[in-house]
């Protein structure tokens, strides 16, 4: 099997592991988003914390990288909270489409903060691919249209962390760092939003709660072993994988069927994804550092989105 291969199998793989992870989810029921964001991203700041001690990488930081990665877990957790809201409240692969704007933001978001040059093309495929989540939300027609906002805004603001992601690793903070200082941030963070209003969960809601984790670092894991086998720009379509596992995980777990205008737009979303790897991944001469792009610093434009705003930049962190 060829890298590429391996690559793309870890992509679906990871993509697999983020579509169980809505499930898990959804099915911890009645639980707070809050609290289901610390209990992931608990998980997740175990994982990580192993990563960076396996990797003797210390738990020091910088005292000028503090900023850019608090703004990071500031987006990063509002994100997923917005992402478990949506999941709960709308069908998987509705919330699931909304969700994969997040390299389209993270375009818009490069431009803002990094002033990185926005091309004629990419900005015709960002106007393209909203309107495919328009597809998906149906404005005015549809009682989804609440948490649906909700997920735009949590996928503009994961754009945003991928974005500030892009930056620390240009400074050379290493990946294992930024996934430990966003997990434990957000556990932290949402502490005192969870003492005002605790639930305490069941049983079976602990499990469903522990199989979030376990489900996002799995994700994780294979994500950043994708980009390791192969570039962003060679693999990143497959991580739109996710919208189909969604849409079966529904059907299957929740009785769940999008209608034929959600299917038209996640058609729709996949073609305007698939255009974006195409050209994203034509030699551009205006670059001298594309002809030595070994995929270890995929631009924002060829990475995947994910459930999980800590996944990126490989990271995929979750």
Not at 112 to 129: D, F, H, M, P, T
Not at 182 to 207: E, G, H, K, R, T
Request: proline share 6%; with cysteine; aromatic share 12%.
């Amino acid at each position: 099997m060829s890298d590429k291969q391996k690559g793309i199998l870890c992509l679906v793989a990871s993509s697999f592991c983020f579509a169980l992870m809505n499930v898990f989810i959804r099915l911890a029921g009645d639980i707070p988003s809050i609290e289901k964001t610390f209990f992931r991203n608990f998980i997740a700041m175990i994982v990580a914390g192993i990563a960076m001690a396996r990797a003797h990488e210390g738990f020091a930081y910088r005292r000028q990288d503090l900023p850019l990665l608090t703004l990071r877990s500031v987006c990063g957790t509002l994100g997923m909270m917005c992402n478990f809201y949506a999941v709960d409240h709308m069908l998987l692969a509705d919330a699931t489409a909304i969700q994969k704007l997040v390299p389209f933001f993270t375009i818009l978001s490069s431009w803002l903060i990094l002033k990185e040059r926005i091309k004629s093309w990419q900005g015709g495929l960002i106007l393209l691919a909203f309107a495919a989540s328009l597809l998906v939300v149906k404005p005015g027609f549809t009682p989804d249209l609440g948490p649906a906002i909700i997920q735009f805004a949590g996928a503009l603001a994961a754009g945003f962390a991928y974005t500030y992601v892009r930056q620390l690793t240009l400074r050379g903070v290493a990946k294992p760092k930024i996934i430990f200082f966003f997990s434990a941030f957000s556990c932290i963070a949402v502490i005192p939003f969870i003492a005002m209003d605790f639930v305490q969960p069941d049983a079976y809601q602990l499990l469903m709660l522990l199989c979030t984790g376990l489900a996002a670092s799995g994700g994780q894991f294979a994500i950043t072993y994708a980009y390791g086998f192969a570039p962003a720009r060679q693999i990143s379509i497959y991580d739109y994988s996710q919208i189909l596992f969604s849409a079966l995980f529904g059907l299957v777990f929740f009785g769940q069927l999008p209608d034929w205008l959600s299917w038209l737009g996640y058609v729709l979303l996949i073609a305007v994804a698939l255009a974006n790897f195409v050209l994203s991944s034509r030699p551009d001469k205006s670059d001298p550092t594309h002809p030595a792009d070994d995929g270890r610093h995929p631009h924002p434009a060829a990475d995947p989105g994910t459930t999980d705003p800590d996944s990126h930049r490989k990271e995929r962190t979750a």
